[in-house]
C-alpha cells in the first residue's frame, strides 16, 4: 500500500524512529535509560540494541504493511524483553501506542495541509493492530514465566521433602 501519508513517513523515518527510541527507553528508570540510550556496542548492551532494532524493523514492517506472521516475530524480541522485565502489561506495550502520539506530534501539520487524515485513521489502524498481536506475545511470554516458576517451585519443594525423608515411595513415583 503506497499513498501520500507513506511516503510522508519515509521521508521522516530517521527522525520517527529516533524519536520513538527516545520515548520507549524513557519508560525503563533514569540510569538504565542512560545506558541503554548511550552504549551503542550491541554486545556491552544487548536490550538497548535489541530495542533500537526492534523498532527499525517493525516500523519499516509496519509502513510496508506486512501480514501478521511478518510482524509476529518482530515483535517478539522486544514484547519478550519487556514481559521478562517485569514492566506492568500497559507499560510493556505502550511503545507501540508511542507511534501514533509522536505521527501526530510531529506530522500533524503537514498530514493535516495534505489532507491526509483518512489514510492517517487507517495506519492508526493498522498500529493498533500491531498491538493485538503484541498483546498476544506477552501473554503468552508470562505464561511461559508463570510455568518455569511454578515447576522451579515444586521441585524444590520436592527436594526438601526429600531430604526431610517425608516423601513417601509412592509420591516420589508420581
Known amino acids: 500500500m503506497q499513498n501520500a501519508l507513506i511516503t510522508l513517513l519515509k521521508q521522516n523515518r530517521a527522525m520517527l524512529l529516533e524519536r520513538w527510541t ?20 550491541q554486545f556491552a548492551n544487548p536490550v ?20 501478521v506472521e511478518v510482524i509476529a516475530p518482530l515483535l517478539d524480541s522486544m514484547v519478550r524483553i519487556r514481559a521478562v522485565q517485569g514492566f506492568a502489561p500497559s507499560n510493556s506495550l505502550a511503545f507501540i501506542l508511542f ?14 495541509s495534505k489532507r491526509l487524515g483518512k489514510e492517517l485513521v487507517a495506519f492508526e489502524e493498522r498500529i493498533d493492530g500491531v498491538l493485538l498481536v503484541a498483546f498476544d506475545i506477552y501473554v503468552k511470554c508470562r505464561q511461559q514465566l508463570s ?28
Do not use: C
Request: aromatic letters at 6%; zero cysteines.
Open 48 to 67: 538497548g540494541h535489541a530495542i533500537r532494532q526492534s523498532l527499525a524493523d517493525l516500523f519499516d514492517a509496519i509502513l510496508e504493511g506486512r501480514d
Open 147 to 174: 510455568d518455569i516458576k511454578n515447576k522451579e517451585f515444586v521441585n524444590r519443594h520436592a527436594q526438601l521433602l526429600k531430604r526431610a525423608n517425608l516423601m513417601s515411595e509412592e509420591t516420589r513415583l508420581s
Open 22 to 41: 527516545i520515548q520507549t527507553l524513557q519508560t525503563y528508570p533514569a540510569e538504565s535509560a542512560r545506558f541503554y540510550s548511550q552504549e551503542t556496542n
Open 99 to 112: 507511534l501514533k502520539v509522536l505521527l501526530r506530534d510531529e506530522l500533524d501539520a503537514e498530514i493535516h
